[in-house]
């Protein structure tokens, strides 16, 4: 019987904080998989996957290679920071800080290893109408952010004007990738112009101590 074959087990434990991310046998793929959506992230030590769907919103993708522990996130920066170059001091570049380290912290938390972690990022699509540099300003921000931080970026597939949808395996480091050329709905663009909404309404959360 192969791993696509087998029948659904309970899902593996999530760690405590994790809880409220949906997670769901996925048949084709013999295991779990957590979906988030704008704003989530989740990081596993656990046989299961992470997917999502990104529209200009950007993922880094992060894991230890030896022990297979890693995450992904999903966030966009607020667009509410004015329209200048973004300063360390700014809302926007607080925001991502925020988004990054709160994920590469959990993955430290269980791993004790920084030096070799392993970073791939999507996303950043030019799909929200009327504002073209939204997925341009996030593409921007997480190379930034890893470049700063001494993160090397393994691999990454960023930009254009299709939604991607993602599904992100750590215990080998494995991305599955497909840019959804065609939608039947606006979902994508609803989702993450809400979400975008909310961004402008919600105060920027404090700095993070990064372990």
Known sequence: MNS????????????PWFQNVNRFW???????????????????NQE?????????????????????VGGMNHFMLPQNAGGGRMDILSDAFRYGNYAMEH???????????RST?????????????G???VGEKNIDFVRRY??????????????GDYPRKILY??????????????????TVIQREEHYMDELSHTKVAGDVDLF
């Open 48 to 68: 299961e996957l992470i997917g999502t769907v990104l529209g200009s919103c950007i993922s880094a993708c992060v894991r230890d290679p030896a022990s297979g």
């Open 131 to 133: 504002m073209s540099s």
């Open 103 to 113: 994920l590469i912290n959990d993955v430290m938390k269980l791993t004790g290893k």
């Open 117 to 129: 972690l392993e970073v791939k990022i999507f996303g950043g699509a030019n799909v929200i109408r």
């Open 146 to 159: 890893l470049e700063v931080d001494g993160f090397k970026i393994m691999s990454e597939d960023v930009g």
């Open 4 to 15: 696509a074959q087998k029948k659904p087990q309970p899902p593996p434990l999530s760690l």
């Open 26 to 44: 996925v048949q084709n793929q013999g295991r779990f998989m957590a979906k988030i959506m704008p704003g989530e992230y989740y990081v596993t």
């Open 169 to 186: 395996d750590p215990s080998n480091g494995k991305v599955m990738m497909k840019r959804l050329k065609s939608l039947h709905n606006d």
